[in-house]
């Protein structure tokens, strides 16, 4: 089946910097989605990204759709203590089934 | 608050014991599904429902049995399991299966040891 491969699988910041996850595909995507776990919480949706080459911004994050619509990022500006959590992508596989990526655990230094 | 609404928020169940979990949306979606979460494994899709029909079982033990009374229900009955199904059970739910066109809502899940 469908590859899904999402690295770092912890990343640990001082705060302020930034941080990137990234989502790679092995076969051309339909579409992705972001979504965001708080600790000992839910994953919450964040984006879904259409387009080839697509980029999108909410506030400090900036989401990323490649080219060839096989990989994508999360980019996180300076990042804060409300940042933390796990970040997953999600891809539709096959025959479309929503499959979600191993996520980026973040952690963050005050 | 979510829209989907899981009860019981914590589990602790013997091997031998016969338990369900609940799961209840108010967003008027048509799609259902379970997932389970373990510690070091992403999120495994269990059961999927469209309009209360299953549309999905990803090779899940049969000691799990979903039920599915209308589209803003959706319960998983648990018998005999195992230490190693010990994990957060999340339900989840979309406008259209698998939040293609819309993404997906999930509860607060269950937190389910196995003892």
């Known amino acids: 089946g469908q590859q899904v491969m999402q690295i770092p699988q912890y990343q640990h910041v001082q705060e302020g910097e930034d941080f990137t996850t990234y989502c790679n595909s092995s076969t051309t995507l339909s579409n992705i989605q972001w979504y965001k776990q708080r600790p000992g919480g839910h994953p919450v949706f964040l984006i879904q990204l259409v387009k080839s080459g697509e980029v999108k911004k909410q506030k400090r994050l900036t989401f990323q759709f490649g080219e060839a619509k096989k990989n994508s990022s999360l980019h996180i500006t300076a990042t804060q203590t409300t940042d933390v959590g796990t970040y997953f992508c999600a891809l539709i596989q096959g025959a479309q089934k929503l499959v979600f990526g191993q996520g980026t655990r973040l952690t963050i230094n005050p | 608050e979510t829209g989907v609404t899981q009860t019981p928020r914590h589990l602790v169940m013997g091997m031998t014991n016969k338990k369900s979990l609940k799961c209840e949306q108010h967003?008027?979606?048509?799609?259902m599904y379970w997932y389970k979460q373990s510690a070091k494994k992403p999120l495994e899709l269990m059961f999927v429902y469209n309009f209360k029909e299953q549309t999905e079982n990803n090779s899940v033990p049969s000691r799990f049995s979903p039920e599915c009374p209308n589209s803003s229900h959706l319960f998983l009955h648990l018998h005999t399991l195992q230490p190693e199904d010990s994990a957060l059970y999340l339900c989840a739910s979309s406008q259209d299966l698998y939040g293609l066109r819309s993404p997906l809502h999930f509860g607060n899940g269950t937190r389910l040891t196995v003892t």
């Open positions: 967003l008027g979606h048509n799609a």
